[in-house]
């Protein structure tokens, strides 16, 4: 099992920042692609934005330029640094990691991993 960590969530008025965090622990495990998803109240989750092993990354249109993704590989880790936050922002975040070897059994079709949440709430 992959277990997730996630901190950094919290009230932010408009226009400020935020930096979310998430390390992977366990044993026996690979990491492929890391991410930030969020779900707001009454809304589907969505990706917010993921990043590959080798550092390539993608974002949400609605984020772009404004939210930035990267990860430390040598501490299992992903954050998200967020500015410019707008109201529209505020939802529960989730960190998301693909693994396709977990306590040395081989998932081809990849195995999920998912945090337990941290509210962002953009507010003035």
């Known amino acids: 099992q992959v277990h997730l960590v996630e901190s950094g969530g919290g009230l932010v008025q408009p226009g400020g920042s935020l930096r979310l965090s998430c390390a992977a622990s366990?044993?026996?495990?690979?990491?492929?692609?890391m991410g930030w998803y969020r779900q707001a109240p009454g809304k589907q989750r969505e990706l917010v934005a993921a990043?590959?092993?080798?550092?390539?990354?993608n974002y949400a249109d609605s984020v772009k330029g404004r939210f930035t993704i990267s990860r430390d590989n040598a501490k299992n880790t992903v954050y998200l640094r967020m500015n410019s936050l707008k109201p529209e922002d505020t939802a529960v975040y989730y960190c998301?990691?693909?693994?396709?070897?977990?306590?040395?059994?081989?998932?081809?079709?990849?195995?999920?991993?998912w945090g337990q949440g941290t509210q962002v709430t953009v507010s003035s």
């Open positions: 990043i590959t092993s080798g550092g390539s990354a």
């Open positions: 366990g044993s026996s495990f690979n990491i492929n692609a």
């Open positions: 998301h990691v693909d693994s396709t070897f977990v306590g040395g059994v081989y998932y081809r079709d990849g195995y999920d991993s």
